[in-house]
């Protein structure tokens, strides 16, 4: 049964609500754990980790084509000790992608970062930040040749 807000502050909190479940176990999720973790475990270094927040709306879109801006910029950016750009693009597990959305994201982890990966869990993330690897563009690009989706 649909519930009707009666006032704008439970309109607020239905919002909330509603946007608070849809993202249990999406890629704002892991997302926004990391961020957290980072933050508590390395105040010192705050303003070294950001989201590039790419939700926007079809107009907003729109006008950022028609400026120039380009899709595939990676979720999160880490800049390291030596102030180099590592590009952490953020997947559910078992989410499909499309193959042009990937590409795009493949070449910029590839082309615009000093490293870049594609990561899938709050382990991986630490794996990055700490100078390990995550799931490498270049094998995902591969992967892509023979198929229309992705999966991870």
């Known amino acids: 049964m649909k519930r009707t807000p009666k006032n704008r502050e439970q309109a607020m ?29 390395y105040p010192e270094n705050r303003g070294r980790l950001f989201a590039t927040f790419q939700n926007p709306t079809p107009e907003q879109h ?12 990676s979720d999160m950016i880490y800049i390291d000790n030596q102030f180099r750009v590592i590009g952490i693009e953020m997947k559910q597990p078992g989410a499909r992608h499309s193959k042009k959305s ?30 390990g690897v995550g799931i490498e563009p270049e094998l995902v690009l591969n992967k892509m040749e023979y198929i229309s989706t992705v999966v991870f």
Do not use: P
């Not at 729109?62 to 910029?73: E, H, P, S």
């Open 62 to 73: 729109n006008l950022w084509v028609a400026k120039g801006m380009v899709a595939g910029v």
């Open 13 to 41: 909190q239905m919002a909330y609500k509603l946007k608070t479940s849809r993202e249990k176990g999406t890629e704002a999720t892991l997302q926004s754990t990391c961020a957290k973790q980072f933050a508590e475990r």
């Open 102 to 131: 990937l590409e795009r994201q493949c070449h910029f982890l590839i082309n615009c970062c000093y490293r870049g990966y594609f990561c899938t869990s709050v382990e991986m993330f630490w794996d990055i930040i700490n100078g």
